[in-house]
């Protein structure tokens, strides 16, 4: 029996694959090491097929020049996307570093294997945290969406506009920084005012040493309302995950 194979079909997914594969290796929340990778190759697959059925190669094929350039180009394009959300979604860990930072507790920095950060106890909360509200919430269900808007606007074998790939880039990072600040803006300002209420203490009775006591009450009052911010934490996750989406969306053209 003979089995022929489109080759210009078999050739457009494994483009499709190769940019979905790098898109998953950079992009939370399967870019997280506790994922194993025949899980993540196992989407991969499963996300090539459809979208395969988006794009189009030559009949006959491409040459090997064509191939291994369009190969390049969808292993970038898939880098870029993926660290377009992974920069969006970043904002998590980065709160809860300031959090940490704050606190003290910043002094217990160990490195978390699962998200390849040092970070201390908030620090890994959040990230953890963000990564089950967002398969639980069904969040990485648009990003995939968003992947597959992308094959419509970035043809196969060709690279995204590089000023608007820049654009995004930065916009990327400015908007982690600002989100970073709004998710632990409240449990900072808390330790600033536990802060400004010891130094008010010593002033009135410098014998107390008021400030032995920062470290234990900072970290009280961490524990105490740092279950508000972490609360709060699924908002965030929706907002980052629309700006992940236009971040790919500026990309997309």
């Known amino acids: 029996m003979d089995v022929t194979v489109d080759m210009a079909w078999l050739q457009a997914y494994l483009l499709v694959l190769l940019r979905i594969t ?3 290796a950079i992009a939370p929340p399967f870019s997280n090491a506790s994922f194993p990778w025949r899980i993540k190759g196992l989407v991969a697959f499963g996300l090539a097929v459809p979208f395969s059925s988006r794009v189009e190669v030559p009949d006959g094929g491409l040459g090997t020049g064509a191939l291994l350039a369009a190969g390049t180009a969808e292993a970038a394009t898939g880098a870029v996307l ?15 570093s300031l959090i940490d930072l704050a606190s003290g507790f910043q002094m217990a920095t160990v490195y978390d294997p699962g998200s390849m950060v040092n970070g201390a106890q908030f620090t890994r909360l959040f990230q953890n945290g963000a990564i089950a509200l967002m398969l639980a919430g ?25 000023s ?15 989100a970073a600040a709004q998710i632990a803006a409240p449990l900072i300002a808390i330790l600033f005012l536990a802060d400004v209420g ?22 009280l009052v961490t524990l105490a309302f740092g279950g508000l911010v972490f609360a709060a934490l ?15 969306r500026r990309v997309s053209g």
Do not use: C, W, Y
């Open 22 to 24: 790098l898109f998953i």
């Open 82 to 96: 993926g660290v377009l959300v992974m920069v969006a979604f970043g904002a998590v860990a980065s709160a809860g």
């Open 138 to 162: 069904g969040l990485h269900i648009p990003l995939f969406m968003g992947l597959g808007t992308s094959f419509d606007a970035i043809a196969l074998g060709t690279l995204p506009e590089m």
């Open 164 to 178: 608007s790939a820049a654009a995004a880039v930065a916009a990327a990072f400015t908007g982690m920084f600002a």
């Open 198 to 219: 010891l130094g008010l203490l010593t002033r009135v009775a410098p014998t107390l040493n008021a400030f032995s006591l920062g470290f234990p009450l900072k970290i």
């Open 234 to 248: 699924p908002a965030a996750l929706d907002q980052l995950n629309d700006s992940a989406l236009d971040l790919i």
